[in-house]
């Protein structure tokens, strides 16, 4: 994370993760099919989970509001728990590989709340889902530029709930009272 994948040698991972170069080379062929494997297992980790909150149609505007704010919530957590991992992503990634299968399933689930008149029929799904990824991404990639002293999401709790629930809030109500 702090030389980026040029910058780190199969050997410095191994020092840094107390492993050995061999377990690498045998578990993942080179320091490329590791980058893989840990995009793999970002994408499972941070998306697989909410997207499951938001795999069937809602049947009410209530399941609708709730299920959209717990998939929001776990997303924003799921970030947090792969901050450094998110971070190296966002930088070494040319394309994030993984988040079409973000935007797809979040995009549906919108598009069906949509179609069921929970939402704004002018609102555009597609655009939606990017800005709530841009949100939560941007706070993670913030949160790490800050000094150690300063509260943010990655090292007080309670303001990252406070920070989540704000934000939250705005999306599913919006500003205007």
């Known amino acids: 994370a702090e030389r980026g994948f040029a910058g780190a040698s199969v050997r410095d991972i191994c020092k840094e993760a107390d492993a050995s170069s061999t377990m690498i080379h045998h578990y993942f062929g080179n320091k490329q099919?590791?980058?893989d494997e840990?995009?793999?297992e970002f994408k499972s980790s941070t998306f697989d989970v909410p997207l499951r909150l938001i795999n069937k149609p809602p049947q009410s505007a209530e399941e609708f509001r709730l299920r959209l704010e717990m998939f929001i919530s776990e997303t924003f957590r799921a970030l947090v728990a792969q901050a450094a991992v998110f971070r190296i992503l966002v930088r070494e990634s040319r394309g994030f590989v993984g988040i079409e299968h973000f935007?797809?399933?979040f995009g549906?689930?919108?598009k069906q709340a949509q179609e069921a008149g929970f939402i704004r029929q002018d609102l555009r799904?597609?655009?939606?889902t990017g800005i709530v990824l841009d949100r939560l991404g941007n706070q993670i990639m913030y949160a790490a530029t800050m000094p150690d002293e300063g509260t943010n999401v990655l090292n007080d709790e309670t303001f990252a709930e406070e920070w989540l629930a704000a934000n939250?809030?705005?999306l599913t109500h919006g500003l205007a009272g």
């Open 125 to 128: 799904a597609d655009l939606v």
């Open 38 to 40: 840990i995009i793999k």
């Open 108 to 110: 549906a689930y919108l």
């Open 103 to 105: 935007h797809e399933g």
């Open 33 to 35: 099919g590791l980058f």
């Open 168 to 170: 939250v809030s705005v």
